[in-house]
Nanobody, 116 residues
Framework: QVQLVESGGGLVQAGGSLRLSCAASGTIFGANVVGWYRQAPGKQRELVAIITSGGSTTYADSVKARFIISRDLAKNTVYLQMNSLKPEDTADYYC??????????WGKGTLVTVSS
């Protein structure tokens, strides 16, 4: 069983930065893909960024050039560096891991609030 715990959310002014962390515990076998998703009030959950075990990354157009996803394999942790934050980035941010066996795990989320 894999557990994902997000941290690093909080309140920040527009233009500021935050770094989110997603720490994975439990037994993780094989290649996997980890992604950050977000869900604003009244909206559907959307992809923010993903990173593969090989280091390939994909970003939503809305965060390109502002957010950076990275991972520390030794620490089983994935980070999301968020710069130049905008009020529209306000959301609950969730970490998702898809194992090499196709099993999906979600964290419980961390709230990011960007004030104008």
């Amino acid at each position: 069983q894999v557990q994902l715990v997000e941290s690093g959310g909080g309140l920040v002014q527009a233009g500021g930065s935050l770094r989110l962390s997603c720490a994975a515990s439990g037994t993780i076998f094989g290649a996997n893909v980890v992604g950050w998703y977000r869900q604003a009030p009244g909206k559907q959950r959307e992809l923010v960024a993903i990173i593969t075990s090989g280091g390939s990354t994909t970003y939503a157009d809305s965060v390109k050039a502002r957010f950076i996803i990275s991972r520390d394999l030794a620490k089983n942790t994935v980070y999301l560096q968020m710069n130049s934050l905008k009020p529209e980035d306000t959301a609950d941010y969730y970490c998702k891991l898809v194992s090499g066996y196709g099993v999906t795990y979600w964290g419980k989320g961390t709230l990011v609030t960007v004030s104008s």
